[in-house]
């Protein structure tokens, strides 16, 4: 499967990017920064983007910019989002084969999620620094184990200037401000 991310074929999707859990979240400010990277860099290319939040009667709402720049933010129960119809729903409407998977935590909601959409034929890019888990070894283990599944590894920066392809990019400047 091993291609260049398409911004044209692409959906960012920003899992359980919660308010109350992310103090918890280990290396929490850069799992945030890097999914609000994706995620303004999507707002610049026209790149939908779609969210998550677990149980937000306990846990809360989404961080607040995050939950701004996402198209819809789906409510669940369901670690697996793929158990909440309206996620399966809004991914179709977007009619985009190329999932770039963000959010939290890597080894519950973000890996049952992947696994869920790669049994559903999906392709999968995870972003290995904008996923966390509260401890690092249980995000270690699920990055291994959404890679034997078939998802690709990617990082943030991977995605970015795959979505521009090319310093022309009409773009490109806006882009890198996002970068440095």
């Known amino acids: 499967m ?4 398409d911004a044209q074929q692409s959906t960012l999707v920003l899992i359980d990017l919660q308010e109350r859990l992310m103090p918890a979240i280990h290396d929490n400010e850069t799992v945030v920064a890097n999914a609000r990277r994706l995620a303004q860099a ?15 009667a306990g846990l809360g709402p989404n961080v607040a910019d995050l939950h701004a720049l996402c198209e819809r ?10 158990g909440a119809p309206a996620f399966i729903a809004a991914l179709d409407a977007t009619d985009r084969p190329d999932l770039i998977v ?21 392709r999968v890019r995870l972003v290995v620094d904008a ?7 249980n995000k270690t283990i699920a ?19 795959e979505w ?3 310093s022309e990019h009409p773009r490109f400047k806006e882009m890198l401000r996002l970068i440095k």
Not at 2 to 5: A, E, H, I, P, Q
Not at 73 to 82: G, H, S
Not at 143 to 161: P, S
């Open 102 to 122: 963000t959010g939290c935590e890597a080894h519950v909601c973000v890996l049952q999620t992947v696994l869920g959409l790669l049994g559903r034929g999906r």
């Open 42 to 56: 999507a707002k610049l290319l026209e790149v939908p983007v779609i969210g998550t939040a677990q149980y937000p």
């Open 73 to 82: 933010v789906i409510d669940k129960n369901d670690f697996d989002a793929c």
């Open 143 to 161: 990055i291994e184990r959404a890679k034997a599944a078939g998802a690709e590894l990617v990082t943030t920066e991977m995605v970015l200037f």
């Open 2 to 5: 091993s291609t260049l991310c």
């Open 164 to 166: 521009m392809r090319s």
């Open 131 to 137: 996923i966390g888990s509260r401890l690092p070894l």
